[in-house]
């Protein structure tokens, strides 16, 4: 199901991972200057927009997760940024470049039905579309097999159970952002007839698996320049470190445009990085991704994904004001205290600073 189990900090993940879901609306926006306390009020009510339209068909599990731009997040909190939110880092190979382009906040809108997805992504712009710009809106479908538009089942290695949920979300290491999560995507449109003008042996070279079976090529036997060999981290000590993917296709006939949109989650979004530096830089240089001779990427983007708690009562008191982490350290000790208390503190907080106390009418349902 799609039900959010509360960490013992009380607070609530927002739901990265999602059941398997066949369509998915991925929007970027930009927010104007001046619209910020507009947007933030927003971003607390996203999930009740989720219910309005979720609840006409539950068994489809619509889901969205709110995902915050490092830009965008200096210019609407006081709390300090996460520690691992910067703007997305550009990688430039000789021969294939990761570009770093707009996009202050993402919103990952997943369905059994593109309906569903749809319809929040029409209510979304409905509420805010007069303060941002939407820079990217990708519809994605899950196709034949669970397979990217080049062929390959897409997902095989994703990390499940406990340790995608190890991979996904930030740990107990990093208090402030437990349960968060960092996100990083990219639209990739791939060259398909090159693609295709290749033998099934030398697409199958380029990612390390075999394309009818899915089966994984064996060690040795896979190049150095492969999909599955530079997106394989693994530290000193042989721990390998994951990521939760959830790319989907995407296209038109009509311009030609076949794309995959990639989306993975990290509670480490360096290794993210690392990915994406071995698939540009090359692992060592010049050993680029071969999987890149056939795909651009257009897009590229950071976003943290904090707690449904956050975003519904960032704690932004006077205290948090101040900037300094012991401020921040006061508002999360604050989260842990009696329920009662805390609706009662959250009133007069969500109060104070003109909101409707939407926040904490969600929060003593809880
Ligand atoms: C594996 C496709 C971009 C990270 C795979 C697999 C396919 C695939 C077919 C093999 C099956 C699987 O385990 O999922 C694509 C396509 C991409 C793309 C079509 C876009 C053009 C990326 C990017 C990253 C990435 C940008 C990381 C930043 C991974 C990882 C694995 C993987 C970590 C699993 C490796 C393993 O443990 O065996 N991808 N991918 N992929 N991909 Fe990608």
New binding site residues.
């Given amino acids: 199901t799609v039900q959010n189990v509360a960490l013992p900090n009380g607070r609530t993940p927002q739901h990265v991972l999602g059941p398997p879901a066949p369509s998915a609306i991925f929007l970027v926006v930009t927010v104007h200057p001046g619209a910020e306390a507009e947007v933030k009020d927003f971003l607390g009510d996203v999930s009740g927009l989720v219910r309005t339209v979720g609840f006409r068909s539950r068994e489809d599990h619509l889901s969205c997760v709110t995902g915050i731009g490092a830009l965008l997040w200096d210019r609407m909190y006081s709390i300090p940024r996460p520690a691992q939110l910067h703007p997305f880092i550009e990688q430039r190979g000789d021969t294939h470049t990761a570009p770093s382009t707009p996009g202050d906040i993402l919103f990952h809108i997943r369905a059994r039905r593109i309906d569903l997805c749809f319809e929040l992504a029409r209510l979304i712009i409905g509420e805010i579309g007069s303060s941002v710009d939407v820079v990217d809106e990708v519809h994605g479908f899950r196709y034949f097999d669970e397979r990217?538009i080049?062929g390959?089942?897409?997902?095989?290695?994703?990390p499940e159970d406990q340790e995608a949920i190890d991979s996904a979300y930030v740990g107990p290491e990093d208090p402030d952002c437990e349960g968060g999560s960092y996100v990083?995507v990219?639209k990739?449109t791939h060259e398909m007839k090159d693609w295709e003008s290749l033998s099934v042996e030398d697409q199958e070279a380029a990612?390390g698996?075999h394309k009818l079976s899915d089966m994984e090529f064996d060690d040795d036997d896979k190049a150095a320049n492969s999909?599955?060999i530079l997106?394989?981290i693994e530290d000193e000590d042989g721990t390998e470190h994951?990521?939760v993917?959830d790319?989907m296709v995407f296209g038109s006939v009509e311009s030609g445009e076949y794309g995959?949109y990639?989306i993975?989650y990290a509670g480490d979004p360096s290794v993210?990085e690392q990915?994406?530096e071995n698939?540009f830089i090359g692992d060592p240089p010049g050993t680029y991704d071969r999987?890149l001779d056939f795909?651009t990427a257009e897009t590229g983007n950071l976003f943290y994904v904090p707690t449904q708690d956050f975003l519904e009562d960032p704690g932004e008191d006077e205290d948090a004001a101040t900037d300094d982490d012991t401020g921040r350290a006061e508002v999360l000790a604050e989260d842990s205290t009696e329920p009662a208390d805390q609706t009662a503190e959250e009133a007069a907080r969500d109060t104070s600073d003109g909101s409707l106390g939407i926040g904490s009418l969600k929060r003593s349902r809880q």
Avoid: A, C, P, W
């Avoid at 390959?152 to 994703?158: P, Q, R, S, Y």
């Fill in positions: 990217d080049l390959f089942v897409d997902g095989t290695e994703n990083i990219q990739y990612f698996r999909h599955l997106n394989t994951k990521i993917r790319n995959t990639f993975g993210t990915m994406l698939m999987i795909s």
